[in-house]
């Protein structure tokens, strides 16, 4: 959809915002170098907040020299990856500095921390980052994106669709938005402005 929207508005480069439940690496790592610059919340999958212990945002990445420091300032290290590995996640780790950590009780349940590291986490480290540096970026784009869903929810009913098969709900669909960006420059231009720049 990004690559669609950069082509359809002829520039070079695009932002596109999304909320967490798009994030996926594997897409983030496909825009890279397309022009489609992604800014996705990272999905906070691990439950050890509810729990009260360490999440993998309590640990630093230095890129330079590949490694985790951990809230008792230690570093995790990558693990040799094994001969037979079939995956492109690598783990950090420091057994001898879990085995006296006074931390370790608000760190893991199990006997060592082992962190994963995808092999191009780097790439989303990136997007996090230029994220991070746009604050209200997440905010405008709920404003912007929420309430068209909202109003076609509403002019819909409480129904369902009412075709059958992919391609007809897809006309359907196109409809309602064609009904809806009319509406919208009717809002913004007025009657009598918007027919004069139909007819001419």
Known sequence: MGRKARDAIECEEVTVLADRGYYSGEEVLACEETGVLPRVPKTLTSGNDKRGLFTIRDFIYDPENDHYTCPASERL?????????????????????????????????????????????????????????????????????????????????????????????????SLQVLAYNIKRMLNIFRIKPLMEAIAA
Request: glycine content about 6%.
């Open 77 to 173: 290290t990558k693990g040799k990856a094994r001969s037979d590995r079939h995956d492109n996640i690598d783990q950090y780790r420091n057994l001898t500095a879990c085995s006296t950590c006074t931390l370790k009780r608000r760190c893991t349940p199990t006997k060592h921390k082992r962190l994963k590291r995808w092999e191009h986490e780097g790439v989303l480290d990136k997007m996090q980052a230029a994220l991070d540096r746009m604050p209200g970026a997440m905010t405008i784009r709920r404003q912007t994106v929420e309430h068209p869903f909202g109003t076609l929810k509403a002019w819909m009913g409480s129904t369902h669709f009412l075709t059958r098969t992919l391609e007809k709900v897809k006309t359907e669909m």
